[in-house]
Nanobody
């Protein structure tokens, strides 16, 4: 089985920064795509950013230029550096990983709250 554990969430003022981490553990041979999603109260879960094993990235328009995704393949870990945070970034952030021949896995989420 595969587990994803997120860390780094918290409360920050608008304009501040946070760094989220997500470590994958278990029987892992190859992680294709890793990403971060978020879900605000009353809204659907949405993609924030993703990165392939080769380093190609994809971002939601609302976070371009402020949030940066990166990964350490040797550690099976993905990061989300969040700068210039806005109140509308408030949500539960979920880590996601697609593992070749196994499936797609989710973390339990970490709360990010941005106060105005």
């Amino acid at each position: 089985q595969v587990q994803l554990v997120e860390s780094g969430g918290g409360l920050v003022q608008a304009g501040g920064s946070l760094r989220l981490s997500c470590a994958a553990s278990g029987t892992i041979f190859s992680i294709n795509r890793m990403g971060w999603y978020r879900q605000a109260p009353g809204k659907q879960r949405e993609l924030v950013a993703s990165v392939t094993s080769g380093g190609s990235t994809n971002y939601a328009d609302s976070v371009k230029g402020r949030l940066t995704i990166s990964r350490d393949n040797a550690k099976n870990t993905v990061y989300l550096q969040m700068n210039s945070l806005k109140p509308e970034d408030t949500a539960v952030y979920y880590c996601n990983a697609g593992i070749a021949g196994v499936g797609v896995f989710w973390g339990k989420g970490t709360q990010v709250t941005v106060s105005s």
